[in-house]
């Protein structure tokens, strides 16, 4: 059944000035849903929604509000298969991944409902007498929140459960490409009690995006946006963000590298090499991108690499698969587009490149109606070539080698990324070493690039962001504002650092 959804503004539909067909990428003949498309007058004229609304919301106390969120873990509980399914269906994403990304938000929730009783300020000490200091964590106002679909119902969850906690008011543009789960998560918010306008939901292009938001800015209505996608679109948000003195939180894309020791145990590398660099096909921004592998176990390493690559399955993502289907055509055409950047020196040593056809099949399958490719590990890639220095989304994965632990991490900061990283040792020197020297804001030790948790912060720096951080205590300090205040109750004005006793010492005094 194809699925009709427009934009809900202050709790009404609202208009759409054109369409967008959200196909299902293992099948696409499917029309999972027609997305109605907004323009940029309705995504400002949500933002003042949302601004009306925001005012009583925060007037709301934290813990209640807290309340509301355990209120959204539980529906989206008790909706999780049927949430997870609708993200396999619209997006691709292996029914068991999908599952485990619908998890996290329970997670996310399960942290968050308790800060509603942990918004901490502090009472400070005057240098006065009779004078008492405190600090508060205020609301900012209104969130736009602009997420990716490779993660349709995980990611906003990082930005949209801390802002409501938090007393602010979102408007939330979800990818066109996975409306149906946006729209589905935006329910069960809604379900779980949030008054009209608190959270509005706005389907709309790139372009109709940006000059919403540039009129929201302008219009003083929105004073915080999270953006998750590509590093080029994320630097014209901050460079927008800029001029109106915003500092958004930008959770951007990744050239994550993998390193792996001389002493590391190859099959848990290869184990997570696999996972890192194909599983969601290859479309999360902490997929692997470079296997950085020492000279002594090069050798063993690709040999073991690419077999686990050849046997892993490619499929249903209905199925037990490793990956499904690209997410969507656009992804599908970029990612020819990267193939082209494989050379005469490089070697491709996991088998057939390109899409997934009767004519290239992989083992019986064939891909028959659907976005599948092949997965590629190109070995003999050089720090100068794009597949070294540039995010490639999609299953592809280059292999270099490397002399020295000092060598290894100077090639992994080399591509000016700094999402995720992982290396492989034995050695806790090794270990610690690597975490020092790279530059990401993410490092693993003997597990893949990828694997988030609720409890930590999730983030990058250089082309992967700027330096923001999601999830746990740290997002807090994304959507509060610190406010000081002093109560001077000593009945005289007494002036900060002029007014101040002072004690003095002996200072000539000696044993």
Same mark, same amino acid.
């Given at each position: 059944?194809?699925?009709? %959804? ?9 208009? !759409? $000035? ?25 995504? #400002? ?75 901490y300020g502090q009472t400070v000490p005057s240098e006065m007498p009779d004078k008492n /200091? ?53 329910? %069960?918010?809604?379900?779980?009690? /949030? ?8 389907? #709309? ?22 953006? $998750?996608? !590509? ?18 939180? /930008? ?23 696999? +996972? ?10 902490? !997929?692997?991108?470079?296997? %950085?592998?020492?000279?002594? @176990? ?43 950047? &494989? ?5 491709? &040593? *996991? ?5 997934? $056809?009767?004519? *290239?099949?992989?083992?019986? +399958?064939?891909?028959?109606?659907? /976005?599948?490719?092949?997965?590629? @590990? ?5 720090? *100068? ?6 995010? $490639?989304?999609?299953? &592809?994965?280059?292999?270099?080698? +490397? ?5 290894? %991490? ?9 999402? !995720? ?32 948790? #609720?409890?930590?912060? +999730? ?7 700027n330096g923001s951080r999601q999830s746990g205590m740290w997002v807090l300090d994304q ?10 109750? *000593? ?21």
């Amino acid at each position: 059944m194809t699925r009709q %959804i427009v934009s809900v503004v202050g709790g009404k539909d609202a208009a !759409s $000035t054109g369409t967008y067909a959200s196909i299902n990428p293992a099948r696409t003949s499917e029309i999972v849903a027609q997305v109605g498309l907004a323009d940029a007058g309705t995504f #400002a004229d949500a933002c003042r929604t949302a601004k009306d609304a925001q005012r009583e919301w925060a007037k709301v106390p934290a813990p209640v509000r807290g309340r509301v969120i355990a209120s959204i873990g539980r529906l989206v509980e008790a909706n999780a298969e049927s949430l997870a399914r609708l993200v396999t269906r619209e997006i691709g994403k292996p029914y068991a991944e999908a599952l485990g990304e619908v998890r996290e938000i329970v997670d996310t929730c399960d942290f968050f409902l308790g800060e509603g009783r942990r918004l901490y300020g502090q009472t400070v000490p005057s240098e006065m007498p009779d004078k008492n /200091l405190f600090t508060f964590r205020n609301p900012v106002g209104v969130a736009a929140v602009i997420t990716a679909g490779n993660f349709p119902v995980a990611v906003p969850s990082w930005y949209l459960v801390p802002a409501l906690l938090c007393g602010n008011a979102v408007v939330w543009k979800p990818a066109e490409y996975a409306a149906a789960s946006a729209h589905a998560l935006y329910q %069960i918010f809604v379900a779980a009690g /949030l008054p009209d306008g608190v959270l509005d939901i706005v389907f #709309a292009d790139g372009a109709q995006t940006f000059e919403g938001l540039e009129r929201a800015l302008t219009e003083g209505t929105v004073q915080k946006i999270g953006f $998750t996608g !590509s590093s080029e679109v994320g630097s014209k948000i901050g460079e927008l963000a800029g001029r109106h003195l915003q500092a958004p939180c /930008l959770e951007l894309g990744g050239k994550n590298p993998m390193v792996i020791m001389p002493d590391a145990e190859l099959d848990l590398a290869v184990e997570g090499a696999l +996972f890192s660099g194909f599983g969601t096909a290859g479309q999360r921004c902490t !997929s692997l991108g470079t296997v %950085i592998v020492h000279e002594s @176990v090069h050798r063993e390493f690709t040999e073991r690499f690419a077999r686990a690559v050849q046997q892993a399955e490619i499929g249903d993502p209905e199925q037990d698969v490793l990956a499904g289907p690209l997410l969507d055509q656009k992804f599908a055409d970029r990612y020819e587009d990267y193939l082209t950047w &494989i050379q005469p020196h490089h070697q491709v &040593i *996991s088998g057939p490149v390109g899409r997934i $056809t009767a004519d *290239s099949p992989r083992r019986d +399958f064939t891909g028959a109606g659907g /976005l599948y490719y092949h997965p590629v @590990v190109v070995d003999g890639v050089k720090a *100068s070539d794009r597949l070294f220095l540039e995010e $490639t989304f999609g299953p &592809i994965v280059g292999v270099t080698t +490397f002399a020295s632990l000092d060598e290894a %991490i100077e090639l992994a900061n080399l591509p000016g990324y700094g999402l !995720s990283s992982s290396i492989y040792t034995t050695d806790p020197k090794h270990a610690f070493r690597f975490r020092e020297g790279i530059s990401a804001g993410m490092v693993s030790v003997n597990n893949s690039t990828s694997g988030a948790e #609720a409890h930590l912060p +999730f983030g990058g720096n250089g082309k992967s962001g700027n330096g923001s951080r999601q999830s746990g205590m740290w997002v807090l300090d994304q959507f509060t504002r610190w406010q000081s205040m002093n109560w001077d109750h *000593s009945g005289r004005l007494q002036k900060a650092q002029m007014d101040v006793a002072d004690i003095s010492p002996d200072m000539g005094f000696r044993l």
